[in-house]
């Protein structure tokens, strides 16, 4: 990480301002400042070196540039640009068509992305106009539980256009998601029947009636 402060002896002013946590602003050379650092475990950092005379604050300096990094670090996450995914459909799309392009665009919201959802009308389909915003409003219906609707859909030119914002509590990709192909069950063994035993001839009596 780059150096943004002269630390301890190199602080080469006559005095400086020290402030800190439990330490009163005051003014003295800067040699006794160094001392009062030392004393107390901390560092002397200048932070306004354009001041008169500079300021310098007595810290943990390996603590504040941590600090300084874990914050810069939180700023960058916030600013993390957002994607919008484009997802084309024609007037008349099939269902097939349909659930392929609902399945990314959950994925696309999951990741934090925006959706840009539109209808195509090519020469006379744009007659189908009323068609391409049903399905639109029936595809933002579908994505309730992943984003929210920024735009309703609306005709610019041949196209007519729907913007879907992630939700931050979106759900993540299930598992049952990850692949089409069905799940073939297991077989098991089909275990053999128990031989019967052949019932024994009867060798008593004779009973009335028999030959």
Not at 55 to 84: G, H, M, N, W
Not at 110 to 123: P, Q
């Amino acid at each position: 990480m780059k150096m943004q402060y002269r630390v301890n002896e190199q602080i080469r002013v006559r005095e400086v301002r020290i402030v800190g946590d439990n330490v009163e602003p005051v003014v003295m050379p800067t040699h006794k400042a160094l001392q009062l650092a030392e004393q107390k475990g901390l560092d002397l950092v200048e932070i306004s070196p354009n001041a008169a005379p500079p300021v310098c604050r007595l810290i943990d300096y390996s603590k504040f540039l941590y600090q300084q990094k874990k914050r810069q670090k939180e700023l960058k996450a916030k600013q993390t640009k957002i994607e919008v995914k484009e997802i084309r459909f024609g007037p008349q799309t099939d269902d097939h068509d349909y659930n392929f392009k609902l399945k990314h665009a959950k994925e696309f919201l999951s990741e934090g992305d925006k959706v840009k959802a539109y209808v195509f009308f090519r020469g006379r389909s744009i007659l189908f106009k009323e068609q391409g915003e049903v399905l639109l409003l029936r595809f933002a219906n579908d994505l309730e539980e992943y984003g929210k609707v920024e735009q309703m859909p609306v005709l610019e030119g041949k196209r007519m256009i729907l913007f879907i914002a992630p939700k931050k509590n979106a759900p993540a990709k299930r598992s049952g998601e990850e692949s089409e192909a069905p799940v073939q069950p297991v077989e098991k063994p089909v275990k053999a029947a128990p031989k019967m035993k052949a019932p024994k001839e009867y060798t008593g009596p004779k009973l009335e009636g028999e030959d």
